[in-house]
């Protein structure tokens, strides 16, 4: 009887350090399945804290593959829209008239559709952007996820600094107050009055 339960016993210890094990493995398992989803990503070599936005490629409104990097060195907000989301559609008029007032180096509005080409190419038509229309579909998606929010609707604008680096985000309809409230906060971080960090610390109370 003693050996018997010995033997349950022992057996009993391995099954639990098996599944313990299992579950360890779980997230980092599911980790990489979600970085792989993603587009590269570029750690500065300041610190592990300082995240450059990942590298993608998306198709213009005339079918042209854009870089994100041909963008560099104006801060940029990347607004996720569809032509079937009634706030989008509200918003762009607002985005319109902000970049009409940001000239050639303040902030780089940039909308990256989550649609299909030929719907964003017949509103584009209409709506006559005057900021640079990226389209991506389910690769739009995966760039929006990159930024770690865990759940994303539209609108969703991502504030990407000078340099390339993710500051922050903003879920919902943008409207004025709150374009000015972040080109406000980008400014101060341009002319040395504020850190980044205190730029992501502001971003995360808008």
Not at 1 to 8: C, K, Q, T
Not at 117 to 129: E, L
Request: hydrophobic fraction near 50%.
């Amino acid at each position: 009887m003693h050996r018997s339960f010995l033997i349950f016993a022992v057996a009993f210890v391995a099954l639990m350090a098996g599944v313990l094990l299992y579950v360890a493995r779980v997230p980092v398992e599911h980790a990489k399945m979600a970085e792989s989803a993603v587009p590269d990503a570029a750690v500065n070599s300041n610190g592990p804290d300082i995240v450059q936005y990942p590298a993608f490629t998306l198709n213009d409104l005339d079918g042209n593959a854009r870089a994100f990097s041909e963008f560099d060195g104006r801060n940029r907000l990347l607004n996720f829209w569809a032509t079937w989301c009634a706030p989008c559609r509200r918003e762009i008029p607002v985005l319109k008239a902000f970049q009409a007032e940001q000239g050639d180096d303040g902030v780089l509005v940039m909308g990256i559709a989550v649609d299909f080409a030929d719907a964003v190419a017949n509103y584009a038509a209409a709506a006559q952007f005057n900021y640079p229309i990226l389209i991506g579909e389910e690769d739009a998606m995966a760039v929006a996820e990159s930024s770690g929010i865990s759940f994303i609707a539209m609108p969703f604008t991502m504030i990407i600094a000078r340099d390339g680096e993710y500051l922050g985000a903003y879920l919902g309809e943008l409207h004025r107050e709150k374009l000015d409230d972040i080109s406000n906060i980008l400014t101060q971080l341009d002319a040395g009055q504020i850190t980044k960090d205190s730029a992501k610390g502001a971003f995360e109370l808008l």
